[in-house]
């Protein structure tokens, strides 16, 4: 039999598909559908490119373990010689065969005369390949490059596993679609180099997009099954990354920075990741098969099965290390790292200097007066991207407004109303842009005789003007519920109102058209209504417009429905079902915590007083439930929680405030995209006592919330005083976490070193584990050793270890390496 496999060219401006296709009488249909696309194991997508794409026959050359397969490379160009001897060392890397080279008849036999084309022939019988032919033009390398990184050396590695017995990694033959034509959830270049689709086409993994320049897991494993493995790739003590010292391909690749993804096969001796030099927020985990993030690439490490990595060493960036089963070194360097390892060294340095935090950013004194009744809002009223700090009040029945405008770094006084209509009690006031013109604006509705009227104070970016927006709307009465939100996606916010007839749902809204309200039905006998169920206002699928959100509990479990606006009405569905608990005492909040333009749930709760948190993030159509903070930071009564995008980065994060000894203190829990990170932001730099209330808001227009406090300055007649904070660099010592480390099983050895920082050991052992401050020139009288609650605290002039739930009369000089 021949086997024809091709490669189709792709563009290089916008590189998405690999675009290989392959000619065979026993591969199986590209017209075949399938009706779930399940998550594969390596083991499974081995099967695949082995057995299942070949119609359930593999084949290979008839060798041994460790034997030798003749080519000739002569017929290249020279540099396609040197892309097709680096490729056949990586396939020798993955199964120790060795490669002959030679000028006659071979094995397998490299053309490059069809330029633009690059393709395997393979003739095969009974599951034995005869010989295998591989083109890769040279018109082809000279488009795509002949550098380390460069689809060029992805061609090659690809075409030579064609030679050597691989299919493709998913039953598609000639061009392929993601979402149509693959089976399964995780086909990509990440654990195929035999896969169509590139790492960004894929909209199941997370990875970026860079050139797959070795075998991959699955093609490792794949490849073992057919040919087996000598175990002797690089069995000395080897450095991979900063400092690589293996002298091979790997040594070029690992050393290389941009746009490739690899998979590290290591057969013994005593070896190391480097990352050391990256600033960027890394993930290097040293178990078998698992994804690594380095060097500001998502995805793009992966250790074979069966090679074991014993140490890793991260840079600048806040890291995530994670060790495995052996004896590991891992060193987090600057930032802000989490360490979790098992009869490790875990390594931290606490010497960096600055990290994120609350800064002063601006201070008004004394501007205007503050005093019961008045009612404050935060907005952006004069549209130029500044939070401003609103106060309204009555005055012999009449509406008075003042503005206090931020300029990004004061706040400047003025009037913008000035008996401007009624104000009386049981008037319900809304601030929101009503007419889209990106000044925020006052709204207030009221009852008469059982209608519903509404005015908005419309802002012209220097002032209100009143107007009437509805006369007689629709009726209002005790237990309706109204939201604001933008439900048809126009731009404008609306106003909502949602009620129960008979246990069941009903829902209005009055649809802003820019100068009034407009009345229509959105739900009528719309799913079930009960006392106890929580409603929130949020944009849940991403469509740009707000939908209405329903949870409750069901024998202590979580149920959610929404009802999903489709700009004219809602439509309801069951978005969670018993979906972890829910108990009194839980705090719910809306974000897009995973910053991928969705909505999300977020609960968290006190457990002995400590903070867990879970995440039901959005797919667009239903929730999914994640653990996003366990015994994360203390939890009390008195705390104020208040959800920002506070760094900046698109993500939601969660803050709470509170006072201790008459001073304002704040952490933030910040989110990675997939849990959250603890981190001090604000240490006791401003008294409560007097403090009249705060907003979250952006003051200062740069896209990250900031808080805003206020206060009544009682030594000049009541006069108003207020501070904001902005998110800046702060000393890292205000940090709670620089870095987490938990040492799991075995007997492990913390490092640090000193120089300003707060640090936290997850899981200290006593008598098994210990704490190295090698180097310090300390002694362990120099050492502050205090309990709160249930933890720890070891202190020095210019460093905190708090080790979690331990007691500090067991802690001794036997569990220090000074």
């Known amino acids: 039999m021949c086997i024809l496999c091709i490669a189709v060219r792709r563009s290089l401006d916008h590189p998405i598909v690999a675009g290989f296709s392959c000619s065979n009488g026993n591969s199986a249909s590209t017209a075949e559908a399938h009706a779930a696309t399940p998550v594969y194991t390596t083991d499974q997508i081995a099967n695949q490119l082995t057995n299942v794409y070949w119609g359930g026959i593999e084949r290979s050359f008839n060798v041994g373990v460790g034997g030798t397969i003749s080519v000739n490379i002569f017929g290249l160009s020279s540099a396609g010689q040197t892309l097709a001897r680096q490729a056949l060392e990586l396939w020798t890397d993955t199964t120790g065969l060795s490669f002959s080279f030679t000028a006659g008849s071979a094995n397998i036999t490299f053309d490059d005369s069809d330029a633009w084309r690059a393709w395997n022939w393979s003739s095969t019988g009974g599951g034995t390949i005869y010989s295998s032919n591989t083109n890769v033009g040279t018109s082809w390398i000279g488009y795509y490059g002949t550098g380390i990184n460069t689809y060029s050396l992805q061609t090659y590695v690809h075409e030579i596993g064609h030679a050597l017995g691989l299919g493709h990694a998913g039953n598609y033959n000639g061009s392929a679609t993601y979402g149509m034509d693959n089976h399964y959830a995780n086909d990509s270049w990440q654990a195929s180099v035999m896969s169509y689709f590139s790492q960004p086409e894929n909209t199941y993994i997370n990875a970026s997009y860079t050139y797959a320049i070795t075998p991959m897991a699955a093609d490792i494993i794949a490849i073992r099954n057919l040919y087996g493995t000598t175990g002797t790739t690089r069995t ?38 480097d990352y050391s030099s990256s600033s960027a927020n890394q993930t290097i985990d040293l178990r078998e098969e698992a994804i690594s993030n380095v060097r500001g690439y998502t995805g793009n490490l992966v250790i074979a099965r069966g090679s074991v990595i014993e140490n890793a060493v991260s840079g600048s960036g806040n890291d995530v290390l994670t060790g495995n089963s052996s004896n590991n070194d891992l060193r987090g360097g600057g930032g802000a790292d989490f360490l979790f390892g098992g009869n490790d060294n875990l390594d931290v340095n ?9 800064i002063v950013a601006s201070a008004s004194t004394r501007q205007g007066g503050i005093w019961d009744g008045m009612d404050w809002r935060s907005g952006d009223f004069n549209g130029d991207g500044n939070g401003d700090l609103m106060k309204f009040w009555s005055s012999d029945g009449r509406m008075f407004a003042d503005v206090h405008v931020s300029n990004g770094s004061s706040f400047t006084l003025s009037r913008w109303a000035s008996g401007q209509g009624g104000i009386w009690d049981g008037m319900d006031w809304r601030s929101g842009d009503f007419n889209g013109d990106g000044n925020g604006d006052l709204m207030k509705f009221w009852s008469s005789d059982g209608r519903m009227y ?19 709307q629709g009726g209002i009465w005790d237990g309706m519920n109204w939201r604001v939100g933008d439900f048809n996606g126009d731009g404008r916010d609306d106003l909502m109102k949602l009620w129960s007839s008979d246990g069941r749902m009903y829902a209005d809204v009055h649809v802003s058209n820019g100068n009034g309200f407009t009345l229509a039905r959105w739900a009528s006998s719309q799913g079930g209504i009960w006392d106890g169920m929580n409603w929130r206002v949020g944009d849940f699928n991403g469509d740009g417009r707000d939908d209405l959100m329903k949870f409750w509990s069901s024998d202590g479990r979580m149920y ?14 069951r978005w969670a079902s018993s979906q972890g608990g829910i108990w009194d005492g839980m705090d719910w909040r809306v974000g897009d915590f995973n910053g991928d333009g969705r909505d999300d749930l977020m609960k968290f709760w006190s457990s002995d007083g400590r903070m867990y948190a879970d995440v039901h993030f959005s797919n667009g159509n239903g929730f999914t439930l994640a653990r996003w903070a366990s015994s994360q930071g203390g939890i009390w009564d008195g705390m104020d929680w208040r959800v920002g995008e506070f760094n900046g980065d698109g993500r939601d994060d969660l803050m709470k405030l509170w006072s201790s000894d008459g001073r304002m203190y704040a952490d933030v829990h910040v989110s990675t995209g997939g849990s959250f990170q603890l981190f001090r932001w604000l240490s006791g730099s401003l008294e409560t006592a007097d403090l009249n209330g705060g907003f979250v808001t952006d003051t200062n227009g740069d896209g990250k919330a900031d808080l805003l406090f206020y206060w009544k300055d009682t030594e000049i007649n009541s ?43 997850m899981d200290f052992e006593d008598g098994i584990d210990s704490i190295s401050l090698a180097g310090s020139g300390l002694s362990f009288a120099d050492l502050y050793i205090q309990q709160i609650g249930s933890d720890t605290y070891v202190v020095g002039d210019d460093f905190t270890i708090e080790i979690r739930n331990f007691l500090f009369g067991n802690l001794t000089e036997h569990d220090f390496i000074f």
């Open 719 to 761: 006069k108003m005083s207020a501070k904001t904070y902005s998110s800046g660099l702060v000393d890292a010592f205000s940090n709670v976490t620089n870095d987490v480390l938990t040492g799991n099983a075995g007997a492990d050895v913390f490092h640090f070193t000193t120089g300003g920082g707060a640090d936290v050991i």
């Open 350 to 358: 606490t010497s960096v200097e600055k990290s994120a935090g609350f």
């Open 454 to 472: 509404a005015d908005v104070h419309v802002s012209n970016g220097n002032g209100f003007t009143l107007a009437r927006w509805a006369s007689s």
């Open 560 to 573: 959610a429905d929404v009802h999903v606006s489709n700009g004219n009405g809602f439509t309801l569905a």
């Open 236 to 273: 000395g003590n080897t450095t991979y990354g900063n400092n690589a010292n293996s002298g091979d391909i790997m040594q070029k690749i690992s050393s290389t920075n941009s746009y490739i993804s690899y998979t590290v096969v290591d057969d013994g001796g005593t070896d190391t990741l």
